[in-house]
Structures are given as structure tokens and as C-alpha cells.
């Protein structure tokens, strides 16, 4: 492990460390040239300091890191549907490296949680700046990604260091067809969504669970998958109010006859628990889950 990384106080301590067996290049990934640069580099020293441990343990050897930066993987449907939720749950450190894109799911602080996964410099067609403010990967089968909430001044380079990273006799990959999922064990790459992961054999949370658990009850889809517990407790207090209100006799009206609790009951379940399951299959298939 970098242990220089750990003892440093500030960006500007790793700028004179010569590239010799550290897997960074330092004076890529920090810029001390105006107040901007210096601003920027600060952040990402802080990003750093968090994830180097997971960054290093992902790898390959002689693989090194030469960018750094962090947004949020985004899309229109999240955008509609989860509003500035979007922003806690797909928040990524992308690390351009000699070989590959490792993106790194992180929490607002900055520190590492459990999605991992990879784009390989052969499956992407172009990298384009859009006139919202976003990166906007294609890839070569026609599809995209879009990453927001970069900041501006790495928008400006990321084009470059891609395209430059792309014909490097470094990179690896030929075949593949854009974001790819890792385990989250051991890292490597994962197809589809197994029950365990083929290489270490460790287990993997269910998708199909989580969205069964869901339906079931909103929220605990959420718990079950272990990602943003404060929301999901939020969903299952938001719709234990629902039930209860729906439930509780009102002063002054006559009881709901059976068949009216039965209809509002439909109404409810396929309403907000039917979101609320689409909305954790949406989250369920943004990665590989580790099951503990």
C-alpha cells in the first residue's frame, strides 16, 4: 500500500515522489498551477486519502494511476424518478489508469462502499463534454453513459487523458461492450448477476430479493441490499404513517365498508409498494452487491 498517501498532509507532499514504486503519478493527478488547480487538487487529495487502500487492491500489476476525479453516474429515468436522491446513491471515483476506468462507488464523504466496476478504453466510440455540463461516454455498440456533477475545470481534460489512455499499448480489453460490473470480493469481472462469484466463490445479494422485499414492505428492499439505510428508514416510517392512517377510524365518518378497505389497500400496494420495487430493482442492477 502507498503509505507516502497516509503520511501526507497535503497534495503538494507527493508532487516531488519520483514514479519508482508508487502506482500513481502524482504530478498527473495534482495540479499546484493557479488557485483553481490548487483548489482542485486539494479535493481530490481528500478523495484520495480515502479510497487509495481499494484503488490499490483493484490493481492489475504494473497498471498505474494517472487521473482522478468524481461525479455521479446519472440518466434521465433516475433524474425523473429520485430527483437529488440520485446524487447519494450514484456517487463514483473514476480512476483513469494505463489500462482501464475503474469506477469506484463512494458516499458523500468520499468514503468507498461496495459497487465496483470497470470500462475498458477499446469499448468506447467517443467522450464529449454536453451543453448541460456532463461527460457523456459512446460506446462502440451504440449505447452511452452520462456522469454529471464533474467538476468543470476535469471535464475540460478528461476527453484528452482518454483518448490518449485509449491508444496506449497499455490498455487492455477487446471485446467488451461498455460499464462492467466486478465482484466486489475479489474484482474481477462478473456477467450478468449470479448467485456467487465463479472466481472466489463468494456470495452475492439478490436483485430478485430485493425486489420481492420491497413490494413486500418499501424500505426493506433497500436494507437488504445495506445501501443508504437513512433512506430506506425513511421509506418504511413514510409508508407505516400511510397504513396506519389508512387504517385509523376518523371522528364523525362512517366506517369503510370491507370492500373499500380491500380496493384502497390495491390501490396503495400497487401504487407506492409497486414504485417503490421498481425503484429498488432500479438500484439492485446498478452493480454486484456483496452478500456478507
Same mark, same amino acid.
Given at each position: 500500500m502507498s503509505t507516502e498517501i497516509d503520511s501526507a498532509k497535503k497534495f503538494e507532499d507527493l508532487l516531488n515522489i519520483k514514479k519508482h514504486n508508487t502506482p500513481y503519478f502524482y504530478d498527473k493527478l495534482f495540479s499546484a498551477d493557479g488557485w483553481k488547480a490548487k483548489s482542485l487538487s486539494k479535493k481530490k487529495f481528500k478523495l484520495l486519502k480515502k479510497i487509495h487502500n481499494q484503488i490499490e487492491a483493484m490493481l492489475y500489476e504494473d497498471e498505474t494511476v494517472?487521473?482522478?476525479?468524481?461525479?455521479?453516474?446519472?440518466?434521465?429515468?433516475?433524474?425523473?424518478?429520485?430527483?437529488?436522491?440520485?446524487?447519494?446513491?450514484?456517487?463514483?471515483?473514476?480512476?483513469?489508469?494505463?489500462?482501464?476506468? *475503474?469506477?469506484?462507488?463512494?458516499? @458523500?464523504?468520499?468514503?468507498?462502499?461496495?459497487?465496483? &466496476?470497470?470500462? %475498458?478504453?477499446?469499448?468506447?466510440?467517443?467522450?464529449?463534454?454536453?451543453?448541460?455540463?456532463?461527460?457523456?461516454?459512446?460506446?462502440?455498440?451504440?449505447?452511452?453513459?452520462?456522469?454529471?456533477?464533474?467538476?468543470?475545470?476535469?471535464?475540460?481534460?478528461?476527453?484528452?487523458? *482518454?483518448?490518449?489512455?485509449?491508444? @496506449?499499448?497499455?490498455?487492455?480489453?477487446?471485446?467488451? &461492450?461498455?460499464? %462492467?460490473?466486478?465482484?466486489?470480493?475479489?474484482?474481477?469481472?462478473?456477467?450478468?448477476?449470479?448467485?456467487?462469484?465463479?472466481?472466489?466463490?463468494?456470495?452475492?445479494k439478490s436483485p430478485a430479493k430485493a425486489i420481492w422485499l420491497s413490494f413486500i414492505f418499501p424500505g426493506l428492499g433497500d436494507f437488504y441490499l445495506g445501501q443508504h439505510k437513512t433512506i430506506a428508514a425513511f421509506e418504511i416510517l413514510f409508508m407505516l404513517f400511510v397504513w396506519i392512517s389508512f387504517f385509523a377510524p376518523r371522528a364523525g365518518e362512517e366506517p369503510a365498508t370491507l370492500a373499500g378497505y380491500i380496493i384502497g389497500a390495491l390501490i396503495i400496494i400497487f401504487t407506492l409498494h409497486g414504485f417503490d420495487a421498481l425503484a429498488t430493482r432500479h438500484i439492485a442492477r446498478k452493480g454486484i452487491y456483496p452478500a456478507k
Amino acid at each position: 500500500m502507498s503509505t507516502e498517501i497516509d503520511s501526507a498532509k497535503k497534495f503538494e507532499d507527493l508532487l516531488n515522489i519520483k514514479k519508482h514504486n508508487t502506482p500513481y503519478f502524482y504530478d498527473k493527478l495534482f495540479s499546484a498551477d493557479g488557485w483553481k488547480a490548487k483548489s482542485l487538487s486539494k479535493k481530490k487529495f481528500k478523495l484520495l486519502k480515502k479510497i487509495h487502500n481499494q484503488i490499490e487492491a483493484m490493481l492489475y500489476e504494473d497498471e498505474t494511476v494517472c487521473f482522478l476525479t468524481s461525479g455521479v453516474e446519472s440518466s434521465f429515468v433516475e433524474s425523473f424518478f429520485l430527483g437529488n436522491l440520485m446524487y447519494y446513491i450514484n456517487r463514483r471515483a473514476f480512476i483513469c489508469t494505463t489500462q482501464r476506468i *475503474i469506477i469506484m462507488q463512494i458516499s @458523500s464523504r468520499n468514503e468507498p462502499k461496495s459497487l465496483r &466496476a470497470q470500462i %475498458e478504453y477499446s469499448a468506447i466510440e467517443e467522450v464529449r463534454s454536453t451543453l448541460a455540463g456532463n461527460c457523456k461516454i459512446k460506446f462502440k455498440n451504440g449505447k452511452t453513459s452520462v456522469f454529471s456533477h464533474i467538476p468543470k475545470d476535469d471535464r475540460k481534460v478528461v476527453k484528452g487523458v *482518454i483518448d490518449f489512455l485509449r491508444t @496506449s499499448p497499455d490498455a487492455v480489453g477487446a471485446n467488451s &461492450a461498455m460499464v %462492467e460490473n466486478l465482484c466486489p470480493h475479489c474484482f474481477v469481472k462478473v456477467e450478468g448477476f449470479p448467485e456467487k462469484c465463479q472466481a472466489c466463490d463468494k456470495n452475492f445479494k439478490s436483485p430478485a430479493k430485493a425486489i420481492w422485499l420491497s413490494f413486500i414492505f418499501p424500505g426493506l428492499g433497500d436494507f437488504y441490499l445495506g445501501q443508504h439505510k437513512t433512506i430506506a428508514a425513511f421509506e418504511i416510517l413514510f409508508m407505516l404513517f400511510v397504513w396506519i392512517s389508512f387504517f385509523a377510524p376518523r371522528a364523525g365518518e362512517e366506517p369503510a365498508t370491507l370492500a373499500g378497505y380491500i380496493i384502497g389497500a390495491l390501490i396503495i400496494i400497487f401504487t407506492l409498494h409497486g414504485f417503490d420495487a421498481l425503484a429498488t430493482r432500479h438500484i439492485a442492477r446498478k452493480g454486484i452487491y456483496p452478500a456478507k
